[in-house]
């Protein structure tokens, strides 16, 4: 069935350090991917979407590019400050009626 | 605009109580999804209301249901607590046409069941 798998946290990093948070989903057809962004206390915020192949997603300097040949939806940043400190989720939906979330990946970044 | 709105934000029950949780969506907005977040298991999915209407539901006991009203405020309701059902729960609200994919989220309800 649909899934979505990213990776284990959680990551720590030094302010100015590149990232990359891998996920990988199983859809049927061609499903939207997106990139949330959940701050302690707070509901998960829309970080950026992609809804198709080779489409790149991007905000506030993190990029995520859809490949559909490999699955992959993966976060990157150039260079992470210490407020990016988050927990992470990739998500993808086929028909938008019902979406599948990754675990989420625990973000630290330190001075 | 305003966002996704839920109350109460935290909630003390006890193991065979039931509890109710709302949610007011985005104003326009006629989607309601409701998720489940616990530390172990991430996010996962309760049902979606379109229109008064459950459109979708997830894995979960009969013990969890909803309902959305009109003005597409929606609740949710959990019978027979269990110690395992404390967990944030998040609702989210989509619109229609080109933006129907992007869910927006509330803050969440923190439920506590001892």
């Known amino acids: 069935g649909d899934s979505v798998t990213q990776m284990e946290g959680p990551v720590t990093l030094s302010e100015e350090a590149f990232l990359t948070i891998n996920c990988t989903y199983t859809?049927?057809?061609?499903?939207?991917l997106f990139w949330y962004v959940q701050y302690p206390g707070e509901g998960l915020q829309l970080l950026l979407k992609?809804?198709?192949?080779?489409d790149k997603g991007s905000n506030k300097g993190f990029e995520a590019t859809y490949r559909k040949e490999t699955t992959s939806f993966h976060l990157e940043k150039g260079s992470v400050q210490v407020s990016d400190s988050a927990v992470y989720f990739c998500a993808h939906t086929n028909t938008g009626n019902q979406f599948y979330f990754g675990t989420g990946t625990s973000l630290t970044v330190i001075p | 605009k305003a966002g996704v709105t839920q109350t109460p934000r935290y909630l003390i029950k006890t193991r065979g109580q039931q509890v109710t949780l709302s949610c007011s969506p985005i104003s326009g907005h006629r989607s309601v999804s409701w998720y489940q977040q616990t530390p172990g298991q991430g996010l996962q999915f309760l049902f979606e209301?379109?229109?008064?209407?459950?459109?979708n539901k997830g894995n979960f006991p009969g013990r969890f249901s909803g309902r959305q009203f009109s003005n597409s405020r929606s609740e949710m309701n959990v019978s027979t607590l269990e110690l395992g059902d404390s967990a944030l729960y998040l609702c989210?609200?989509?619109?229609?046409?080109?933006?129907?994919?992007?869910?927006?989220f509330g803050p969440g309800t923190r439920l506590t069941v001892t």
């Open positions: 209301y379109f229109s008064e209407t459950q459109r």
């Open positions: 992609a809804t198709k192949a080779d």
């Open positions: 859809a049927t057809g061609y499903p939207s």
């Open positions: 989210a609200s989509r619109g229609t046409g080109g933006a129907s994919h992007e869910q927006y």
